[in-house]
């Protein structure tokens, strides 16, 4: 099995909705774009990736909403070096289709008291439905490292949620430890690196907000 030597997982620059969450109520949230702004930081990004990939092979996977499209162009990657593939199961963590923003608020709170992984918005997804469908892609990953044209890297352009489950499936990380994490900010990065004893180490954590708090020892 022929590994790549990095996965990087990028989340997608600042969104009309990270600015202005009233444009849920007029537009679904697979359709909204990078702000000026959003644009702005998926190109220092760019610039950063294309330092470390140099001459490198890229396999990309990017979730089929517009900003994580934009933020993938915006990275000015050569054509010629990169293979793009849409991952439907890359995707934001659905929240129902056309929102109220007040309920949305409300929902939040009830999310924030009751916990990210196991809360479902109405008519949309909990944190563990996400968990399972970045697990099933996993398995497809991993297949795709037995082909023989497989890229030396591997760049995910996705959301922060989706970012946090995927290392928590890869590391086998607790939902205590899922929980007591934040996201990373838009245009941020998290690299798993291979190293010489065939495992794979993230090259920084999440910022914590809480400490851990296991109901057993598996936490």
């Known amino acids: 099995m022929a590994r790549p030597q990095r996965i990087v997982l990028v989340r ?8 202005d969450d009233s444009v849920y109520e007029r537009e679904p949230d697979h359709a909204l774009g990078l702000t000026a702004k959003g644009l702005r930081q998926a190109q220092k990004t760019g610039a950063e990736l294309r330092d470390v990939f140099g001459d490198e092979r890229i396999s990309v996977y990017v979730s089929p909403y517009r900003r994580t499209h934009e933020t993938l162009a915006a990275f000015g990657l050569d054509p010629e070096r990169i293979r793009i593939r849409e991952e439907p199961r890359l995707r934001e963590q659905d ?3 056309w929102q109220d923003r007040e309920d ?3 929902q939040k709170a009830y999310r924030d008291a009751y916990g990210h992984f196991f809360y479902r918005f109405a008519q949309g997804e909990s944190g563990a439905d996400v968990y399972d469908r970045v697990d099933a892609f996993l398995e497809s ?3 795709s490292f037995e082909t023989n044209d497989h890229f030396q890297n591997v760049l995910l352009v996705t959301h922060g949620l989706t ?3 995927f290392c928590m499936r890869w590391f086998h990380w607790s939902v205590a430890e899922f929980e007591s994490l934040s996201n990373p900010g838009n245009g941020e990065t998290r690299t798993l690196l291979l ?7 993230l090259d920084r954590p999440f910022a914590r907000w809480r400490t851990p708090e296991p ?5």
Do not use: K
């Not at 997608?12 to 600015?19: A, V, Y």
């Not at 109901?215 to 936490?219: A, C, D, I, R």
């Open 12 to 19: 997608h620059g600042e969104s009309q909705g990270n600015s």
């Open 95 to 97: 929240w129902g289709n």
């Open 104 to 106: 949305v608020r409300l």
């Open 141 to 143: 990953l991993h297949r």
């Open 163 to 165: 970012m946090r489950l």
């Open 195 to 201: 190293g010489p004893d065939g495992r794979y180490t």
């Open 215 to 219: 109901y057993g020892p598996t936490g």
